[in-house]
């Protein structure tokens, strides 16, 4: 079980991107995902939480109103669409999946992906 994550790539700031997460073998509607970013030299820190039904929603402060995550039972897909993109936003993005319902904490998530590179240049 492994969410793939992909979508990353080289923008400027200003710009946006839609990140996609695939997720096989596991009942994808039975888990909240989450998306989680880590920068060089820094820890991991959450980015935003969606339930399982696609419901309940929460983000971190510093993307509200920039980023909207959204996700596709029929497709065991979740997206995060990242607007006005900042050079503070260039990290890893990495997705999770966690059965014990949306969270902002990394140790709520059982399954993560390998990440894809955002790099938003000034």
């Known amino acids: 079980v492994q969410p793939q994550a992909f979508g990353g790539g080289l923008v400027q700031a200003g710009g946006s991107l839609t990140l996609s997460c695939a997720v096989s073998?596991?009942?994808?509607?039975?888990?909240?995902m989450g998306w989680f970013r880590q920068a060089p030299g820094k820890e991991r820190e959450f980015v935003a939480t969606i339930n399982k039904t696609g419901v309940r929603k929460d983000y971190a402060d510093s993307v509200k109103g920039r980023f909207t995550l959204s996700r596709d039972n029929a497709k065991n897909m979740v997206y995060l669409r990242m607007n006005n993109l900042r050079p503070e936003d260039t990290a890893v993005y990495l997705c999770a999946a966690s059965r014990w319902g949306p969270s902002n904490s990394p140790e709520m998530y059982g399954y993560w992906g390998q990440g894809t590179l955002v790099t938003v240049s000034s």
């Open positions: 073998g596991l009942i994808f509607r039975s888990h909240a």
